[in-house]
């Protein structure tokens, strides 16, 4: 459960599950008539990248923090719903995650903690990317002291791309000689036209 505050008295409450997505969305008081139904929001997105990329400012007064990012919870989540039809670029049966290229940290390639404990991962010390040409980038992982799980590399199959803020990439981790995650095979699936 996480408390925003936003004047006297008022807090906006956000209620996560076990998985760390957000539980339900819940209408403010005020806005709940007779009839009115409440409607539940179930997310599969892993908002881990959203979180660790979120930096707050203090004000010049340093009476109060606020987000560096526009919008409610709401409307964020909603701008990060996955779109794109993953099973058109990748096996399923291959672990995999989606990215969206931030500004911050875009030379680190954010792996989300939920595909590594759902599919029982233990990435090894050195990976490498597959672009869609071919060509391969080596990374190495990195594992910060809050278990937060980073690649290095990303930056240079980034430029090589020509990849953009908002652009999508499925990453699909691919086994080789038995080990698991070895490689990441990156499809690049392009702007975001938001």
Known sequence: MVFSYQSPGVFRIVLYGHSACEKKRVRPPWEVGEGSEVQEYHSDDDDDEDYNEEEEEEEDEGRSKRSKKEGNVEERKAANEDPIDVKRY???????????????????????????????????????????????????????????????????????????KNDWCICELLEENGVAGCIIKVHIIGG???
Do not use: M
């Open 90 to 164: 990748i096996d399923l049966k291959n672990p995999y995650f989606v990215t969206v290229i931030q500004a911050l940290r875009s030379s680190y390639l954010y792996v989300p903690r939920s595909v590594l404990i759902n599919y029982e991962l233990k990435l090894p010390q050195a990976i490498l990317f597959h672009d869609p040409t071919g060509r391969t980038w080596r990374g190495t992982v990195k594992v910060w002291t809050d278990s937060r799980t980073w690649i290095t590399g990303w930056e240079a199959l980034c430029r090589h791309t020509n990849l953009k």
């Open 192 to 194: 975001n036209s938001t």
